[in-house]
T-cell receptor, first 114, second 109 residues
Framework: KAGVTQTPRYLIKTRGQQVTLSCSPI?????VSWYQQTPGQGLQFLFE???????NKGNFPGRFSGRQFSNSRSEMNVSTLELGDSALYLC?????????????FGPGTRLTVL | DAKTTQPNSMESNEEEPVHLPCNHS???????IHWYRQLPSQGPEYVIH???SNVNNRMASLAIAEDRKSSTLILHRATLRDAAVYYC??????????FGTGTRLTIIP
């Protein structure tokens, strides 16, 4: 079974631009979560989607948004990019919501904002 | 804010067992303990999880204290490929993963 895939793997943008990242979960997985990883803040939860609905949200400004499609694929969007948005953005999928469900992570998208 | 406490770093010799500790003193009765690890330049990888009793899988064992306030991830025979940052995570309430700073494990050949 193919793992979680994320596109693009690397991205360079300038301040003020917007960016869209894509995540394809493992086949059959219906939950997709997004995380931001930076050297200073570590791994931080952005949001989680299940059945095309946002179920959980972390403490990030409204510039960060996401959506999930009927095939469980997900996108996240960051508008009006700031230098501090430079990070590794990770997507994870799981079969369902629930505390015991294992999350499977993709390789991440490395975003650099200049 | 519910958190776990782990040592910042540990070292172990290759082919020896490794015991990675984690404290979660405010854990509630229905909170799971999950362990993930992150190898260099990769996304986190699931290792093991448990609720109350000890758990084993092909990667590791998880020993959970009787009062559930601490747990230990056991790698039975460390290899160089086990060098990674190991995260102990308590999953509570709204079901999201909250990663701490983890333990950076160095394997000495």
């Amino acid at each position: 079974k193919a793992g979680v895939t994320q596109t693009p793997r690397y991205l360079i943008k300038t301040r003020g631009q917007q960016v869209t990242l894509s995540c394809s979960p493992i086949s059959g997985h219906r939950s997709v979560s997004w995380y931001q990883q930076t050297p200073g803040q570590g791994l931080q939860f952005l949001f989680e989607y299940f059945s095309e609905t946002q179920r959980n949200k972390g403490n990030f400004p409204g510039r960060f948004s996401g959506r999930q499609f009927s095939n469980s694929r997900s996108e996240m969007n960051v508008s009006t990019l700031e230098l501090g948005d430079s990070a590794l953005y990770l997507c994870a999928s799981s079969l369902a919501l629930g505390r015991g469900n294992t999350q499977y992570f993709g390789p991440g998208t490395r975003l650099t904002v200049l | 804010d519910a958190k776990t406490t782990q040592p910042n770093s540990m070292e172990s010799n290759e082919e020896e067992p490794v015991h990675l500790p984690c404290n979660h003193s405010t854990i509630s009765g229905t909170d799971y303990i999950h362990w993930y690890r992150q190898l260099p330049s990769q996304g986190p990888e699931y290792v093991i999880h448990g609720l109350t009793s000890n758990v084993n899988n092909r990667m590791a064992s998880l020993a959970i204290a009787e009062d559930r306030k601490s747990s230990t991830l056991i790698l039975h025979r460390a290899t160089l490929r086990d060098a990674a940052v190991y995260y102990c995570i308590r999953i509570f309430g709204n079901e999201k993963l909250t990663f701490g700073t983890g333990t950076r494990l160095t394997i000495i050949p």
